[in-house]
């Protein structure tokens, strides 16, 4: 069981860390960094366990903080650590799962195995990560396997792991980096399905963001769709992917949502979905709902500058533009470089008329003279525009690549509202991204008393209606657990009689073997009927063997540490605390005072 310690924390939460790379080529760090995300995966699927996504963990890359302060930021009570070594067709993994409460290593375990063994060696870690966390803070269920095998190829998964490397630095050129090794990835393994959903997403972004051809880039990333969607839609990227093409690029609201549901019924805590839903419910206005998903998701992902930006456009399109502020200025500590929060953050300064910050934030930004145009139009009274400025903008819908719709918002709040109307109309018919929100935008807002603004898009989905349609969750027969007080007695007195406990090694697993019992059954037990959680309840057993033999004059010659030992617990540490923290004093004064 590796050595324990005594925990202040109950909660069942976890973050794992960035694994250091330890090969002598520093290039393998597409490897270490995807061994980790795989294992934060693999625990996501545990239900009852809370685990820090993957954007939060890897805020921490590179970065010499204390593990108690990493915990303490993002609210957990363990801390996994460890190290990557890939030689050749072997790999070395350390890992060391640290109590946050104090910083000692509660369970470390080195592992030496051949690549082609990987699969399977995520899975026993994220299986072993899992049982030390319910026997050191209480009962939730196991499945029997974490980790699947998403391709036979070893050489095809290593590509797809450098593909997904480049794709999460998020910039133009290493998503089109990526996208060459998905190709050689499902080159080598035609079916394997991660690699062609890293294909839609990376050709989808291309696209998306003008870096190539948007007709070419969509349909690029809609072929492979087909193809990843053919072989698997279990997986949450099969979501994703759907929901880029039906909200994006096809504005069907009730095809996403429903998708929507069906993914995160089977993905509760996948945060990418968690935040489409908040976004879905967002551009019809469903404010409160939308602000209940992307906090779920902030849960799990308390570092992502995504989630505060999408939290702060909530409260920005409900006119809390002092409250929307200080979020975006959250999301840019986070990510500096995050341009569409610096943007967000240049429309609360106009709403709040912060002339003096509007002027920095607008230098080295595109189009600095539209915004100051826009900054006067709200706060300067300005109200009509030169026909050379209205001429010039006659084109402005075929800029595919304009992140805010300034043009737009300017010619809305001046005496050129008709002009207005027919640009949003351009656009809606385009399905430009950027104004996907327009129904609830305050800078739009002049645009309502005309006829023709409710006529643009209406949109197949009200969150009423389809809330009556989706399925009733099962039922949790957990609670149903037959005969519970006799399945503990038979516990208690297995556990009396055969003393399983002065086995310092005991885990909940061999014991559960011992009984003949699932480990999820005897986990369920122990918490629901005890309140305790396994080390808690076998260390009251040890405890009671410590006293009789500390009591007994035949031991007078044994120390009390070795007595501790003798009873079953592993470590100095743990036993000393959990004797004072049941008995109130010290072991040494608890021996005095029984011989007194």
């Known amino acids: 069981m590796g050595e324990e310690t005594s925990h202040i924390h109950t909660d069942k939460s976890i973050v794992v860390l960035p694994f250091v790379n330890m090969s002598s080529d520093p290039d393998n760090e597409y490897f270490s960094d995807g061994i980790t995300e795989e294992i934060i995966n693999a625990l996501t699927k545990i239900d009852g366990l809370k685990v820090i996504a993957r954007t939060s963990s890897f805020a921490f890359k590179g970065k010499h903080v204390d593990v108690r302060e990493i915990a303490r930021q993002l609210d957990v009570s363990s801390v996994l650590e460890g190290s990557v070594r890939k030689v050749q067709s072997r790999v070395r993994i350390t890992a060391q799962l640290i109590n946050a409460a104090d910083g000692t290593h509660f369970w470390s375990k080195n592992f030496d ?71 050689a990835a499902v080159q080598l393994d035609p079916k394997f399905a991660r690699a062609y959903y890293g294909l839609v997403q990376s050709y989808g972004l291309l696209a998306a963001w003008g870096y190539m ?54 993905h509760p805590r996948f945060t990418d979905g968690l935040e489409a839903m908040a976004e879905l419910l967002l ?66 300064l106009i709403w709040l008329n912060k002339e003096d910050e509007f002027v920095q934030a607008i230098v080295n930004t595109p189009n600095p003279e539209v915004k100051q145009i826009y900054f006067n139009v709200r706060n300067k009274g300005l109200k009509t525009l030169p026909e050379a400025t209205l001429k010039s903008w006659e084109s402005t819908a075929e800029d ?15 005496e050129h509202q008709l002009e207005a109307i027919e640009l949003l109309s351009k656009y809606i018919t385009q399905k430009r991204g950027q104004i996907i929100n327009f129904r609830q935008d305050p800078s739009l807002e002049t645009l309502h008393k005309f006829d023709a603004f409710g006529t643009l898009h209406i949109s197949n989905f009200v969150l009423e209606e389809e809330i009556k349609h989706v399925p009733a969750k099962e039922k949790n027969t957990e609670s149903e657990f037959p005969e519970q007080d006799k399945q503990l007695e038979k516990l208690v007195n297995f556990i009396e009689t055969e003393q399983p406990f002065l086995n310092a090694q005991l885990s909940l697993r061999t014991l559960a073997e011992m009984l003949n019992l699932h480990p999820n059954k005897l986990s369920y037990l122990i918490n629901e009927k005890t309140g305790m959680n396994f080390n808690e309840f076998i260390n009251q057993f040890r405890l009671v063997h410590f006293k009789q033999l500390a009591t007994d004059s035949k031991n007078a010659h044994l120390t009390i540490l070795g007595m501790a030992y003798e009873s079953g617990f592993n470590s100095k540490t743990v036993f000393n605390a959990y004797f004072k923290k049941a008995e109130g004093i010290t072991p040494g004064n608890w021996l005095k005072n029984s011989k007194g």
């Open 400 to 414: 595919k690549r304009q992140m805010v719709p300034y043009e737009l918002f300017i010619l809305a709040n001046t």
């Open 113 to 183: 195995r051949e690549i082609e063994d990987i699969f399977a060696l995520q899975d026993e870690i994220s299986l072993l990560i899992a049982n030390q966390i319910r026997e050191n803070f209480g009962h939730f269920n196991i499945q029997e396997q974490l980790v699947s095998e998403p391709t036979t190829n070893m050489k095809a998964y290593e590509l797809f792991l450098k593909g997904h490397f480049y794709q999460l630095k998020w910039d133009a050129d290493s998503i089109a980096e990526a996208t060459k090794y998905y190709e």
């Open 283 to 348: 551009s019809h206005g469903y404010f409160k709902e939308a602000e209940e998903y992307i906090q779920k998701a902030m849960k799990v992902d308390p570092l992502s500058a995504n989630h505060y930006y999408t939290l702060s456009h909530i409260y920005y399109y409900q006119r809390h533009f002092d409250t929307a502020l200080q979020l975006i200025e959250k999301a840019l500590q986070i990510n500096p470089d995050f341009v569409l929060a610096r943007e967000l953050r240049i429309l609360c």
């Open 213 to 266: 051809p948007a007709e070419q880039g969509f349909e690029i990333a809609i072929r492979n769709f087909m193809i990843a969607s053919d072989l698997d839609k279990s997986l949450p990227e099969y979501g994703q992917s759907f929901i880029g093409r039906t909200f994006w690029m096809e504005w069907d609201f009730k095809a996403t949502y429903k998708q929507l549901i069906e993914t995160l019924n089977l």
